[in-house]
């Protein structure tokens, strides 16, 4: 007989619209949580031996990851595993664990726990495997996010905010903290908003690196990001949306001395090309006709109206 599921959670996936580095050093950024995203799903065993076994899967259903520890083998501080994931989870389970005493397998499942997680989305899409991994560990531990994260990433936390977020949001990074605010973003030309995979995956930490190198005066840049975010919020019209796509990747391309995704690739668009989190990588956000994108061999092309979690 099949185990029954004793909990379930859900997180969503991202996409940052706005802001792209500048997020880092204090910038208003526009963030969104993607309608897809990863659900995390609790049994209960009964084994003569208890021990939390874990099993992910994919969009497409097929296991990527399957790791298996007794009980006794959590107890250790330290896992002897030659696959990173492996060890990642194991350390993010012992972080858990240090962050509330009551999140005792042992005793929450006496006979043993399976938990397995299932994406929505492309792995290689970028869109937060490991941000809602969080989440949804934290959910299932009765735990901050925030916290288990903690000293364990170098990003900014806009997706973990997203992870958790019922529509569009304002992140800003503030002295006293992250600061998350729902708002309002739909605009009256979004039958022209599309999401191109470009296939070309970029480490987010070697961009951040990259970003962190620039020498050139950040806080004016930062400023103008800023404002740019709160215009790109509230503008309703596909040209002036052009024109401060246009600002925004010129901003970001003289701080990292950078082409902008529109030079580089798509210099005969008739629109507007927007870069999403790491420059060169994942997705660029296109304002005009999708066909071009399917011309040229590009063959995910998604409307960003079926792909975003509204309000």
């Given at each position: ?9 859900h997180?969503q ?10 997020v880092?050093d204090g ?7 993607t ?7 609790v049994?209960?065993l009964d ?9 992910a ?12 520890w007794k ?26 664990r ?12 006496p006979?043993g726990?399976?938990?397995?997680t299932r994406l929505?989305?492309?792995?290689a899409w ?6 809602t ?9 009765d735990?901050?996010?925030?916290d ?17 977020a ?14 998350t ?8 030309f ?6 191109v ?15 962190r190198?620039?020498t ?7 400023d ?7 215009e790109m919020t509230t503008?309703q019209?596909s ?9 925004h990747?010129?901003l970001l ?7 902008t ?9 008739p629109?507007?090309?927007k870069?999403?989190g ?9 304002c005009?006709?999708s066909?071009?994108?399917r011309?040229q061999g590009?063959e ?6 079926e ?5």
């Amino acid at each position: 007989m099949s185990p029954q599921a004793t909990q379930k959670f859900h997180a969503q996936g991202k996409l940052l619209i706005t802001g792209e580095y500048a997020v880092l050093d204090g910038a208003l950024a526009l963030g969104v949580p993607t309608a897809k995203g990863q659900s995390l799903t609790v049994y209960a065993l009964d084994e003569s031996e208890p021990s939390l076994t874990w099993r992910a899967f994919d969009v497409d259903h097929q296991e990527w990851l399957a790791c298996s520890w007794k009980y006794s083998a959590l107890e250790s501080s330290e896992l002897n595993s030659t696959r990173p994931e492996e060890e990642h989870l194991y350390a993010l389970l012992q972080r858990a664990r240090s962050l509330n005493p009551s999140f005792d397998l042992k005793t929450l499942y006496p006979q043993g726990v399976l938990v397995e997680t299932r994406l929505d989305f492309d792995r290689a899409w970028g869109w937060g495997t490991s941000s809602t991994l969080l989440h949804l560990l934290a959910q299932w531990a009765d735990i901050s996010a925030w916290d288990l994260a903690h000293g364990r990433f170098s990003g900014s936390g806009y997706d973990l905010a997203c992870a958790g977020a019922k529509g569009p949001i304002h992140y800003q990074i503030t002295p006293e903290g992250p600061k998350t605010t729902p708002v309002v973003w739909q605009p009256k030309f979004m039958d022209q908003l599309h999401l191109v995979y470009l296939g070309k995956k970029q480490l987010s930490q070697s961009a951040i690196a990259h970003y962190r190198a620039a020498t050139a005066p950040k806080k004016a840049f930062v400023d103008q990001i800023s404002a740019l975010t709160l215009e790109m919020t509230t503008c309703q019209t596909s040209d002036h949306w052009n024109d401060l796509v246009g600002r925004h990747e010129q901003l970001l391309s003289d701080v990292l001395q950078m082409p902008t995704a529109h030079q580089r690739w798509f210099s005969d668009y008739p629109g507007s090309i927007k870069s999403l989190g790491a420059w060169g990588g994942d997705f660029v956000l296109a304002c005009g006709p999708s066909e071009y994108f399917r011309a040229q061999g590009y063959e995910t092309c998604l409307p960003l109206s079926e792909a975003v979690l509204w309000q």
